[in-house]
């Protein structure tokens, strides 16, 4: 399943690390490498997400969406 939003990928990756971070020096280091790999992909695929919800959202016109 596909992450919500950049922060839900991130997440997943930093808790799936073999060693997790132990402090905050460590999170900020497993965030940044993280972030270097996360491919245009899985970006184009969050952006493309974030339009159809965005879109829905428009169509509701303040009602409810799956969202």
Request: charged share 25%; glycine share 8%.
């Given at each position: 399943?596909?992450?919500?939003?950049?922060?839900?990928?991130?997440?997943?990756?930093?808790?799936?690390?073999?060693?997790?971070?132990?402090?905050?020096?460590?999170?900020?280091?497993?965030?940044?490498k993280e972030?270097?790999?996360?491919?245009?992909?899985?970006?184009?695929?969050?952006?493309?997400a974030t339009?159809?919800?965005?879109?829905?959202?428009?169509?509701?016109?303040?009602?409810?969406?799956?969202y």
């Amino acid at each position: 399943m596909w992450p919500g939003h950049v922060w839900d990928l991130l997440d997943q990756r930093v808790r799936a690390r073999a060693i997790p971070p132990r402090n905050v020096r460590e999170l900020e280091g497993a965030l940044v490498k993280e972030w270097g790999n996360i491919s245009q992909q899985e970006l184009a695929h969050l952006v493309q997400a974030t339009r159809r919800k965005c879109t829905a959202v428009i169509n509701a016109a303040g009602g409810h969406t799956r969202y």
